[in-house]
């Protein structure tokens, strides 16, 4: 299983009948703060599942560069504590994440990628794609800050052989999420912009929940009113930056404890009769939050 780059946002993964895949985002693996533990724990469990790995931006927190503002001594890995900063973190988090560079599928832009980018010239997402694949063969492609990923499942073989797709739209998330709302105005938003697709993702803001909006067209072929399922979700941090209470950026600006995790996506294949009472195939997706120990 692979991502095939179609354009610099757009990549078809071609899967088995039923396939499992592993959303997630803001892992901020440079981090102290970040729960290495429970990440390990979750892609370890990842390829026992033999699901795919796809990551939704802020992979990187990278927040400690020279002409950063916000660095601060003490969010800095002994490992990182070098002169050559950004180059300690690529080479360090490609030994890392070596045991997992074959299910890794995709990483997409978050903002503080973007900002390195911005103010340092370098895109580390790229050197970190470019290292890992040289050096264990893998294909980690990498994304845009939204995008499309197209899940398309298939049977048959040869010249009889057919597909559906799941396409996702994916977005590493925008402004702040708000302590009542959780980021989830935003779903609505994106549900007034965009039409065609089974899925919408983000991040950023640190938060998770999945949400099924039912929407109704017309089909103009059949001359009959069809529903469908949108599913809608956020992945949530690996960041643990409450810590207590006891003070730091996330505690003066009063914030409260965010959970951690990501989800489980599964496709699969499905059988279901249409208003004419034919048996046609769909696809089947199920969501389950990824958020303990196995």
Known sequence: MRADRISKNVHVIDCESETEFLLISDL?????HCDRELLKNHLDEALRRNAGIIINGDFYCVMNGRADGRRNKGDVRPEHNTP??????????????????????????????????KFNEIDLLQRFSSVINRECGSHVQ???????????????????????????????????????????LQDSRLMMAMEGYDCTWMGHVHELYHHINRVHRYDRITKTITQKDIHQLRTATYKEEWDGGIGGFHVEKGRPPKPLGGYW??????????????????????????TQMY
């Not at 995008?147 to 702040?176: D, N, Q």
């Not at 996506?265 to 990824?290: P, Q, T």
């Open 142 to 184: 990498v994304g845009g800050y939204t995008g499309v990923i197209e899940f398309r499942l298939g049977w048959g073989s040869g010249k009889a052989r057919s597909s559906l797709s799941f396409v996702t739209h994916y977005a590493h998330g925008f402004g702040g999420g708000g302590i009542v709302t959780k980021g989830v």
């Open 265 to 290: 996506m599964k496709l699969k294949l499905g059988r279901r009769c249409n208003e004419h009472g034919s048996d046609i195939r769909e696809i089947v997706a199920d969501f389950s939050h990824c």
């Open 28 to 32: 901020h693996w440079d981090n102290p």
């Open 84 to 117: 050559y900063y950004f180059d300690s973190i690529v080479d360090t988090s490609v030994e890392w994440f070596a045991p997992y560079a074959k299910n890794i599928l995709l990483i997409g832009y978050g903002n503080h990628e973007t900002s390195i980018i």
